[in-house]
């Protein structure tokens, strides 16, 4: 594991974070406030997010920006196009370019609340260099990997 694994969030999980109810997707920006793990969103994830705070919660926006801030995100670039066509074989076309994204940002683990077409693809699992999870499965893996990284150390 590297120091600070990386992290990619979908819309959903970042939005999932804004909202009371889902303590793991708060968790894991408190992990990014820390400088626990370094979570990673490219602009297409900012773009939604942005939208949706915008039509149903507009005073939010300043907390969006505030969160980028305090919790340390990499807004990575959008992916090419030829990497977005791969992940059409693996996933629905609405969900191949944040997979993309989140493939060429060579991160550890992708964060989404789309349990049917992400989290249980295991086409997707057998192939991705990451691996597909809610905030939840994120937090309980991250968990782990402490665990295996500091077992010999005490």
Known sequence: MPDRPRIFLDS?????GFWP????????????E????????DGA????????????APRSLSDLAFTLDQSGFQIVAL???????ACLKLVPERDAAI?????????????TLE??????NV?????????????????RWWRQQLVRRFAGGY
């Open 12 to 16: 959903g999980a970042l939005l999932s």
């Open 21 to 32: 109810g889902d303590e793991a997707a708060r968790g894991l920006l408190r992990l990014g």
């Open 34 to 41: 820390l400088g626990a793990v370094q979570l990673v969103v």
């Open 45 to 56: 994830v900012l773009g939604e997010v942005e939208a949706v705070l915008r039509q149903y």
């Open 79 to 85: 992916p090419d196009p030829v990497l977005v066509r």
């Open 99 to 111: 997979v993309a994204a989140a493939w060429s940002a060579q991160v550890s683990y992708f964060v």
């Open 115 to 120: 349990k049917s077409t992400l989290v249980h």
């Open 123 to 139: 086409p997707l699992r057998g192939l991705a260099p990451f691996e597909p999870g809610t905030p939840a499965d994120c937090l």
